[in-house]
């Protein structure tokens, strides 16, 4: 199973915050950062110094970085039109090397729209502009050099694009989400990976059920997606450690016990070999709320993700 860091940077943190995880997860061996993509706090965060843009962050951390990979979960469609999208992911991409993954999402949190003057449109609208931004990134990317592409939606058209520039290398696209009709649909077509975000075992095992169906109705072998979950992660050598770590985060230790991987190296292997045996997930993001806590991203790597491999 691989571990994969993903931060929540809106809740406040600076570039060089997220940088500073970044290179610590890079050194750990972990596979991968990633960052959400919202433009404000939830909870009671203060947000300070406030949020920074997914992909501008993204690009910093292309040039800061090395090896690992880089990307969001996820990406909101209500954020930004899908031409300039694709432009934006693909220089990134090529920025880095060819690291880079996108997961692309519908948008949900009304209130970040309203904070700063972006439309947020009803759900089934949400939906099909969704629907279309997937169509038309995966489009661009794919039309070869020297051919044009066209598309003609209710929400967007495309006429006559170049659908430069290319991304280094075919970046892989990520679609996640609790919906149980559309979005196994739109992974079945679009995803190489699926992602369950912060949802229990059972919860889980339905909507990947309902991807292979989905997957069967197209014709498509749903081998072919990775299977991965979001889990909030707070590990310690004992449980004082655990405790004042999850008071360090703002979390309650017996909420975090009961839907993330809290406890002890063992506990938390033990609970990752659970959802790997109920679910077949091969691949996990670990939700670290405490981003100057740069000892944990380390210890993970280091008692954790080793009995993960063996």
């Known amino acids: 199973m691989e571990l994969r860091i993903f931060t929540e940077p809106q809740q406040g943190a600076s570039y060089d915050d997220l940088l500073a995880v970044a290179r610590t997860a890079e ?18 965060a203060t947000g300070l110094p406030g949020p920074t843009d997914a992909w501008i962050t ?28 694709a432009i934006s992911v693909a220089q990134v991409d090529q920025m880095s090397g060819g690291r ?18 972006l439309p947020f449109p009803a759900t089934v609208e949400r939906f099909d502009r969704y629907a279309e931004q997937l169509e038309i990134v995966t489009g661009l990317w794919g039309t070869p050099i020297g051919e044009t592409y066209d598309f003609e939606g209710r929400y967007y058209r495309l006429a006559n ?32 990976e699926f992602n369950l975000p912060f949802v229990d075992v059972e919860t889980s095992v339905d909507l990947l059920a309902r991807v292979d169906a989905a997957c069967a109705e197209i014709g498509r072998d749903p081998a072919e997606i990775t299977r991965s979950a979001v889990l909030v992660v707070c590990a310690g050598r004992d449980d004082a450690e655990v405790a004042r770590r999850a008071a360090a985060m703002g979390r309650k230790l017996d909420e975090l016990r009961r839907d993330g991987l809290t406890g002890t190296p063992a506990e938390v292997v033990d609970r990752l070999g659970a959802w790997r045996e109920k679910t077949g997930i091969s691949r996990v993001y670990l939700q ?13 790597a280091a008692e954790v993700a080793p009995q993960l491999r063996s």
């Open 58 to 85: 993204l690009a910093g951390l292309a040039r800061d970085t090395h090896t690992i990979r880089l990307g969001t979960l996820m990406t909101a469609a209500t954020f930004r039109h899908p031409g300039p999208l």
């Open 161 to 192: 694009s170049p659908a430069l520039p290319k991304p280094a290398h075919d970046i892989p696209i990520l679609v996640g989400g609790k919906g149980r009709k559309r979005t196994p649909a739109l992974a079945a077509k679009f995803a190489d």
């Open 100 to 117: 880079v993954e996108f997961g692309l999402g519908a948008g949900w949190f009304e209130a970040e729209h309203t904070a700063y003057g």
């Open 288 to 300: 670290v709320l405490d981003l100057a806590d740069l000892d944990h991203v380390e210890f993970v």
């Open 27 to 44: 050194a750990a061996g972990y596979g991968a950062f990633f960052r959400s993509d919202h433009y404000l706090k939830m909870g009671d």
